[in-house]
């Protein structure tokens, strides 16, 4: 009964190629995100998904897309991929709005370990 | 200039030590101040979160906003093997958006 879960864990695949990662929450949140975290460990917000709108789309390149069939899902699709897409990428949900944890409180899956060759 | 600064470290312990974890921030809109801890390839975990200034405390682990300094931190009691990690800070506004802004973490080891 794991909360956010996260599909595959680990990619590796050649540049130019397009894949895609999916996400799930069993939390019954309103609000998804994805996350990059690079080598140095920083997690740099991309996209944020409150019941299957988009509400933040960070800087990146338009290469990665997100789509969100329903609340509880939120899959990301990176077309061309290139060597600087490797990273880590995280999945998060939250509560919005504020229930009794508040929405300052974000639940991370397991990440996917991105690796261009 | 990135909004919120965090050293990176590493930092490297002896097991029973205290622990003192910083982060800076530019922002003054921000009001929710969490830290997150991360285990080696695994995802960030909430450890506490603190509204405005003060001190919050929960067992081994207290977090301490001083607003008019822009400064957090997070204090670790009798250190322990387990605690070996990354610990992020974060931070979010007033009301809360959707955007948490974090620090890029630091690496923490507790030698036993």
């Known amino acids: 009964d794991t909360a956010v879960s996260q599909t595959p864990k680990y990619l590796v695949t050649q540049m130019g190629n397009d894949k895609s990662i999916k996400c799930e929450q069993n939390?019954?949140?309103?609000?998804m995100y994805w996350y990059k975290q690079d080598s140095k460990k920083f997690l740099k917000i991309m996209f944020s998904y409150n019941n299957k709108e988009l509400i933040i789309n960070e800087t990146v390149p338009n290469r990665f897309s997100p789509k969100s069939p329903d609340k509880a899902h939120l899959n990301l699709h990176i077309n061309s991929l290139e060597l600087g897409d490797s990273a880590v990428y995280f999945c998060a949900s939250s509560q919005d709005p504020p229930g009794t944890s508040g929405a300052y409180e974000q639940y991370f899956g397991p990440g996917t370990r991105l690796t261009v060759t | 200039q990135k909004e919120v600064e965090q050293d990176p470290g590493p930092l490297s312990v002896p097991e029973g030590a205290i622990v003192s974890l910083n982060c800076t921030y530019s922002?003054?809109?921000?009001?929710?101040f969490m830290w997150y801890r991360q285990y080696s390839r695994k995802g960030p975990e909430l450890l506490m979160y603190t509204y405005s200034s003060g001190n919050k405390e929960d067992g081994r682990f207290t977090a301490q906003v001083d607003k008019s300094s822009k400064y957090i931190s997070l204090f670790i009691r009798d250190s322990q093997p387990s605690d070996s990690a990354t610990y992020l800070c974060a931070m979010n506004l007033e009301p809360p958006g959707n955007q948490f802004y974090f620090g890029t973490g630091t690496s923490l080891t507790v030698i036993p």
């Open positions: 922002n003054s809109a921000f009001q929710y």
């Open positions: 939390l019954g949140h309103d609000t």
